[in-house]
Structures are given as structure tokens and as C-alpha cells.
């Protein structure tokens, strides 16, 4: 039940009723807006209908809104509606709307909230996709974690998603990270291998890597030349890199559907060849030149004739070269065989999630799957800024376990997975953030993630007391159920019922705009209403939550607090984040 949805066919119903004859009524409703206003002192509802329409109905903003205001005020469940500013109608609701609302969060459980926008339509994230050639980063972390939240989203929403990782195995990063194993194994055979030499990798990872090569091959590969084993020590370290990331990512409470090997792109029989020859016979490429660009010049800029593709034609502000002088593909030729596979594998709705230093790279996706599909297909590029990791508000030192950099590893083990989860979400992923191990542990309203957990761990206590204080009577979820939901009718309980009715609107745009910080924010402040009623309840006796000379009362404010734990746990859990009942 989304109450702000329905409200808006009421307000859509009132309008074809003044207006029955303009036959722009549905383009001019689908502009029109129903929300909560800015400020809550303006009533619970507004709407803008009679600003996005007076033009065509050839009247002021003021006049369509006060026609419609008498219209709306005969609704019993409408207090009161008034004309604001240039013609916003602000609405206020009668009591029972939001009594109401609570009677559907009890019976929908977690379902509550639950839209149908997905129909089934299937949907392809894509996000980490971190070199294989060690264990993850904390620059990885925030795009896995956004990705995952992300399908979570998506998934609730009634959409069928794959979860998809891109394993980059076809660079020469990765004969360096073979070349890499091999002396650590080496280094096991009992060679001393002294320091790692510059351009190979020096992480301490590699170390069980080595030791598993020396248990599989023995000294097999020991003064041969590097024609005799790189190959298969390449597809070894391979195997074990992505079992690193794996674990890494299960660290996160990250799984993937779908792991795709850049490997099947390349060769003559690979997705590139295929997909050059296809673009081609599509009249998509041609041989020519690329002007000097301004400024810098990109990495893919040559001063020569070249396979050019029209992206241009698709929204770019540059057509791009897909084959480079010494005749391999460019990074942008795999990137477009890889999104038309995903085409042809029945992703018409993509997304992708990439790092800060890719932020250059929308146009370009946009136009390869526009290109690949006829318009069929659409991608939504999202970029996760960096997170700058300190400690009491200085930067971290680097890990040992990498050689490098901070590891997923490194950041879970210390504050746990739900603060890393939490705090990443709670913050919107085109923005820098900072990442402060000692704040996420602190138990105060600054931790974002304690503030949550610990309402809905106060929230599962009010039950306890209850069980406590009224021993007599056995609560259960039917007698909640049951509860006279019309004895909620002071102005605390009513605001916390009117935070409830929010989330339906709340998560149906949240999936809509691709963006789960919206949820972690809601959530927050639901929280806060929360805590905000239980503190009044301190110094206020008749609204604390268990009042055992009245049984009506208490049955109604425990199905209030009910709902408002059903909502969180629901939130928390598609944030990945775990929901306690008590809090040490």
C-alpha cells in the first residue's frame, strides 16, 4: 500500500472531474508529483498538479488549484487541503489513513512495501569486477557493496537480476601475476629469491599460492624456460586469485550469479572478432582519422588511419578506435562485444558499477549498447567514489597481507560487516567519503549503523517488558493483530505511523533511481522518530509503550512498535545488514 500512490489517483480522479475534456489530462498527470513536503508544517501531502497543467488549461497555477481543492475537500479522508505559493495543494489526512497504514504493515509482513514495477523484467548488474591478481582492496569495496544492495533492491522490486563479476584474464597483468607465483614458488623450493623484483606483485597472498604449486608439480618446472609453464601456472594462480576474491567477497556477504572470463572476447574465434565483423556489416565502423583533441590527449588517441566506431551517432562526444597500430583490440572494442553478449543474452536493462577513475566512461558504454541492440537495450553507468579509510580522523597505514593496499579483509575483520555495509550505503556513491574505524564503533547517534541497529533491538525489547510487566496476558501476533489501532492518535504516535507510510514510496523510487542510499537514509530517520518517541515516553508516562492499568493501549502501541521493527528489519536486511534483537 503506497498511500502517496494512492492519494495521486484520487488527486488524478479530481482533476478528469473539472476537466473531463482536455485531452491532455494523462500527459499532464503523469508530470504532476504527490509527496511529502519539505517541511512537515505544510500538512502531510503536496502536490504540484495545478502548476504542471495551468498552461495548457489556459488558467493560473492559483485558480487550478483551488478548483481542485473544493473537490478535494469533500474526501473524508482529507482534513484539509490549502493553496500555498504559486499553487501547491497541500494536503493534511484524518487519523485513520495512517491507522490504516499500520493495519496493512501487520498483515503484509514482509512484504510490506513490496512494488510490482520489476513485472519479471530481467536486469543485469554488473559490479567489483577487480583484477584477478590479488585479494580485494578497499577501493573494490564500496562498488560490491552498493552492487549488491543495488540487486538487492531491484530484487525486492519484483525484478529478475543477475549478479555478474567481469574477470579480467586477458591483460598482461596477468602473465605478471603468473610470473609473480612462480618465484614464490620458487622461493618454497628453497631458492632465495631476495627482494621482489620491480613490476612483479609482492603481496604475502602469493606465498600459499607458491606452496600449492610446489605440492602439485614438485620441482617439475624448476630451471626450465617460462615457455614450459606459464600457461599453466597462469590458469593456477587464476583459479586461486578468484577463490581469494570469492572469499573476500563472502566477507562482504557478497555472492554472484555469473562470472564472465574476458578470455572468451579475444582470438579469431572470439566475441570481438564477431562483433567487429558484425558492426561492420552494419555500416557501425569505418577507416578514418581522429582530430588532435584538446588538452591532454586520452590513451587511445593515435595520429594515424584507423577502425574507427561511429559512437558519435550513439550520444559520444568522439567516435572511438577499436583496433590499435600493433593490431590488438582496444580496452573499448572487449568493452563493446561484452555488453552486445550481454544483449544477446537477454539483458535488455543493464547497469554497471564502476570505480572513480572510470567517471569518463558513461558516454561510451551508452553508445556501444544503444549501438549493439538498435535502442532496444539501456545501460546506467554508476560510479562509486573513493573512500578515504582513517583512523581517528588520520589516514590509515597501508596492509602487509597485500603489499599495498588496505584489504576487505583487513576493514571487515576489524569493524564488521555491517558497519562496513552500513556506512558505505550511507552516503550517495557519486560522493568521496570518509571512512573512520574509530566513529563506526562508537555507540552513539553519530554511528549511523549502531543508531539503526540499536532501534530495532529497542523495538524487540518493548515485547520483553511487556512479557515482563503483564505476565497475565499472552501476546501474540494475532492479539496485536486484533489491537484498536484508533486509540493511536496522539501527535507522536501518528508521526511515526506517517514515517511508516513512507516506505513503500520510498523503496519503489529508490530501485527507480538506482539508489540504495535512499533506504539507509530512511532508515536512519526512522530510527530517529523511534528513539525520539521512546525518550518521550521517559519523561512522559502516558506514552510509554507498556502501561499495564491499560491493556487497549498497550496492545495498540505494541503493534505500532511492531510495525516499526518489521520496517527496519526489512530495510537492514535489503542493505545486507543484519537487524539484532538485543545489543551488548
Not at 519539505?38 to 498538479?49: C, L, Q
Not at 498483515?107 to 519479471?120: H, I, L, N
Not at 574465434?269 to 558492426?279: F, P
Not at 572510470?358 to 541492440?373: C, D, E, F, I, P
Request: aromatic residues 8%.
Amino acid at each position: 500500500m503506497d498511500i502517496f500512490a494512492s492519494f495521486a489517483k484520487r488527486i488524478s480522479a479530481a482533476f478528469v472531474e473539472l476537466y473531463p475534456e482536455n485531452a491532455d489530462a494523462q500527459a499532464l498527470l503523469e508530470r504532476a508529483s504527490v509527496a511529502p513536503p519539505r517541511d512537515p508544517a505544510h500538512g502531510h501531502m503536496s502536490t504540484n498538479i495545478a502548476m504542471v497543467s495551468a498552461k495548457a488549461l489556459k488558467q493560473t497555477p492559483r485558480a487550478v488549484a483551488q478548483e481542485l481543492a473544493k473537490v478535494l475537500r469533500e474526501d473524508p479522508d482529507i482534513i484539509s487541503v490549502e493553496v500555498a505559493g504559486p499553487g501547491f495543494l497541500n494536503l493534511r489526512l484524518a487519523p485513520h489513513v495512517w491507522q490504516r497504514v499500520l493495519r496493512v504493515v501487520l498483515e503484509a509482513k514482509s512484504d510490506f512495501g513490496r512494488p510490482e514495477t520489476g513485472a519479471g523484467t530481467r536486469v543485469n548488474v554488473e559490479f567489483v569486477s577487480a583484477n584477478p591478481t590479488g585479494p580485494m582492496h578497499v577501493g573494490h569495496t564500496r562498488g560490491a557493496v552498493f552492487g549488491d544492495a543495488l540487486a538487492s533492491l531491484l530484487d525486492f522490486c519484483g525484478y529478475e537480476v543477475t549478479r555478474e563479476y567481469y574477470v579480467n584474464d586477458a591483460g598482461a597483468q596477468v602473465d605478471v601475476l603468473a610470473r609473480s607465483a612462480f618465484l614464490r614458488y620458487r622461493q618454497v623450493l628453497g631458492e632465495d629469491i631476495g627482494d621482489i623484483p620491480k613490476g612483479l606483485y609482492p603481496g604475502d597472498y602469493l606465498v600459499p599460492v607458491g606452496e600449492a604449486l610446489a605440492e602439485e608439480f614438485g620441482s617439475r618446472f624448476l630451471n626450465k624456460p617460462e615457455s614450459d609453464w606459464l600457461a599453466l601456472i597462469r590458469d593456477r594462480v587464476l583459479e586461486a586469485m578468484l577463490d581469494l576474491i570469492r572469499a573476500d567477497l563472502a566477507d562482504l556477504g557478497v555472492k554472484h550469479d555469473f562470472f564472465f572470463s574476458e578470455k572468451t572476447l579475444h582470438g579469431k574465434a572470439g566475441k570481438i572478432a564477431q562483433t567487429l565483423e558484425w558492426l561492420r556489416a552494419e555500416g557501425l565502423v569505418y577507416e578514418g582519422r581522429l582530430e588532435a583533441p584538446k588538452g591532454k590527449a586520452p590513451e587511445d588517441w593515435e595520429d594515424r588511419e584507423q577502425t574507427l566506431f561511429r559512437a558519435k551517432d550513439f550520444g559520444d562526444d568522439t567516435d572511438r578506435p577499436l583496433i590499435k597500430s600493433d593490431g590488438s583490440y582496444t580496452y573499448f572494442a572487449a568493452d563493446i562485444a561484452y555488453h552486445r553478449d550481454k544483449f544477446l543474452r537477454g539483458f535488455n536493462d543493464q547497469i554497471i558499477v564502476l570505480g572513480a577513475d572510470h567517471s569518463g566512461y558513461t558516454k561510451r558504454l551508452q553508445a556501444a549498447v544503444k549501438a549493439v541492440s538498435a535502442g532496444k537495450a539501456a545501460i546506467d553507468v554508476k560510479i562509486c567514489q573513493i573512500v578515504r579509510l582513517l583512523r581517528d580522523g588520520k589516514p590509515v597505514k597501508m596492509s602487509k597481507r597485500s603489499g599495498e593496499l588496505v584489504t576487505v579483509a583487513d576493514v571487515v575483520g576489524e569493524v564488521g560487516r555491517d558497519a562496513v555495509r552500513f556506512m558505505l550505503l550511507f552516503r550517495r556513491n557519486e560522493a568521496t567519503m570518509d571512512f573512520d574505524f574509530a566513529k563506526v564503533k562508537e555507540q552513539t547517534r553519530d554511528n549511523p549503523v549502531f543508531y539503526v541497529q540499536y532501534a530495532h533491538a529497542r523495538a524487540c525489547s518493548v515485547a520483553r517488558i511487556a512479557a515482563r510487566d503483564m505476565p497475565e496476558v499472552e501476546f501474540s501476533d494475532g492479539l496485536l493483530n486484533d489491537a484498536d489501532l484508533a486509540l493511536l492518535c496522539s501527535e507522536a504516535e501518528l508521526e511515526l505511523l506517517q514515517m511508516l507510510a513512507q516506505w513503500p514510496r520510498l523503496v519503489a523510487s529508490a530501485a527507480r533511481a538506482h539508489e540504495p542510499h535512499r533506504v539507509a537514509f530512511y532508515l536512519y530517520d526512522l530510527a530517529g522518530a523511534f528513539h525520539a518517541f521512546w525518550a518521550k515516553g521517559k519523561s512522559e508516562p502516558r506514552l510509554r509503550f507498556v502501561n499495564d492499568n491499560d491493556l487497549k493501549l498497550t496492545l495498540a502501541r505494541l503493534a505500532m512498535v511492531s510495525g516499526v521493527r518489521q520496517v527496519l528489519g526489512l530495510g537492514l536486511g535489503l542493505l545486507g545488514v543484519s537487524a539484532p534483537r538485543e545489543l551488548s
